[in-house]
Each structure stands twice: as C-alpha cells, then as structure tokens.
C-alpha cells in the first residue's frame, strides 16, 4: 500500500533562493505534520493541519517559511530566501484522524543543503 | 514546554536484550511513543504507551509511568537489523503534535 510519499528526496539550494518541498499524504488521512530533524537530533514540530486547515504554525521558525494544503490533501512547505541554518531533513507525517492518540506515520523526508 | 531525556548512544550485543530509558517533563501528557528511524530512513511506529504498565509486542515492550515521567524500551532476543535510532515522543495534553527526544542510537554488534 501507499504510504508517506515526498519530494524532492535531496534539493540543494544556494543562500538566497526559494524552495518548495511536496508532501503527498496517505489517502484518508485528515492530520498532516510537517516536522524538521537536524542531523543527530530529533524531529521539531513546524505545522500541522487538520484537512485544508492549518490549526498550528507554532513551531514555524520564521516568517519565511510558509505551508499550506489547499485542498486537505497534498502539502507544501516553502521555504523563502534560504539560510543555511535552514539545512536539515523535512519530514511530513499523517494520521488518520485528529486525536493526539494517532499513530503519525512519516514519509521518507526531503533533505535540504543549503550552500 | 516539554523536556525529554534518552541517551545518546547504546552498544548491545546480537541474542541480547536491551532497555532504552526515556524521562519527560511535560505541561500535559497524551501518550508517549517509541518511533524506530534507520538512518537516512523514515521514523517507523512501534509503540504507544498512555496508562501506566507494560505493552508487549513481539521482540520489543515499552513500559510507562505517568508518576515518574519514565518510560522504557525493551528490545529483547537483538538481531543486527535493530541497529538504529530509537525516538521517545510525548504528545502533549490536547494537543496532536508530538515532542521528540534526540534519539538513542542503538548499534548491536556480533
């Protein structure tokens, strides 16, 4: 069956530019999460949404990141004028439903360098 | 806020068996998880702990007390493919989002 699929797998991108990172949820599923892991750390909380609506930006570390999921199922996390600092692994994660009791099920994660 | 402790770095040996400790201090509390991540992998599920005692599934257990703030991992009859990080989560009380540790790195060796 389909899990958590997302893309690209590795994006390099120099100081400066803007990427933007797709995330492809399992079908059905109403909670998305998206999460940064820095290497050797454990993944951070950034944003989750319950279908099209985004319910938590808490963890979004700043104004140049932005995400969205227009239609309740594709997510995308954009991330404007990189900085290096921006470089780690972006994992997005669904449940099925929008207890805290869910299982999070994670896709394989984009890797971000930024040069 | 959430604070949650595991450590770093654990060597066991193949056939062993292997407890992953994790203490949390949580504003609330909603369950803890123990997610598995091979490296360069995805996390992967294996447990969900929200009352206080032991699940047992297979080769691994994870054990809670809410008292305490504890819980563990244990990984019994070790084979060369557990070789990985080990995640202790904790979701906060009415909240979805997940607070993750650093992660254990567990290698198992011949």
């Known amino acids: 069956g389909a899990g958590v699929s997302q893309s690209p797998r590795y994006k390099v991108a120099k100081r400066g530019q803007d990427v933007a990172l797709r995330c492809d949820p399992i079908?059905?599923?109403?909670?998305l999460f998206w999460y940064q892991q820095a290497l050797g750390q454990g993944p951070e909380f950034l944003t989750y949404?319950?279908?099209?609506?985004?319910?938590?930006k808490s963890g979004l570390p700043s104004d140049r990141f932005f995400a969205e999921r227009p239609e309740g199922s594709v997510s995308t996390l954009k991330i404007q004028r990189t900085q290096q600092e921006d470089s780690a692994v972006y994992l997005c994660?669904?449940?099925?439903?929008?207890?805290?009791?869910?299982?999070?099920?994670f896709g394989p994660g984009t890797r971000l360098t930024v040069t | 806020g959430q604070n949650i402790d595991q450590p770093t770095e654990m060597t066991a040996t193949e056939g062993a068996i292997v407890q992953i400790n994790c203490t949390y201090q949580?504003?609330?509390?909603?369950?803890l998880f123990w997610y598995q991540q091979h490296a360069g992998e995805a996390p992967t599920f294996l447990s969900y702990?929200?009352?206080?005692g032991l699940e047992e599934k297979g080769r691994f257990s994870s054990f809670l007390s809410r008292s305490k703030g504890y819980s563990y991992l244990l990984l019994k009859e070790l084979q060369m493919k557990d070789s990985a990080s080990y995640l202790c989560?904790?979701?906060?009380?009415?909240?979805?989002?997940?607070?993750f540790g650093k992660g254990t790195k567990l290698s198992v060796i011949p």
């Open positions: 994660a669904s449940s099925l439903a929008t207890g805290g009791h869910y299982e999070q099920y």
């Open positions: 079908s059905g599923h109403v909670s």
């Open positions: 949404f319950q279908n099209e609506a985004q319910l938590d």
């Open positions: 949580t504003s609330g509390f909603n369950g």
């Open positions: 702990n929200v009352l206080d």
């Open positions: 989560a904790v979701g906060g009380a009415g909240s979805y989002q997940l607070t």
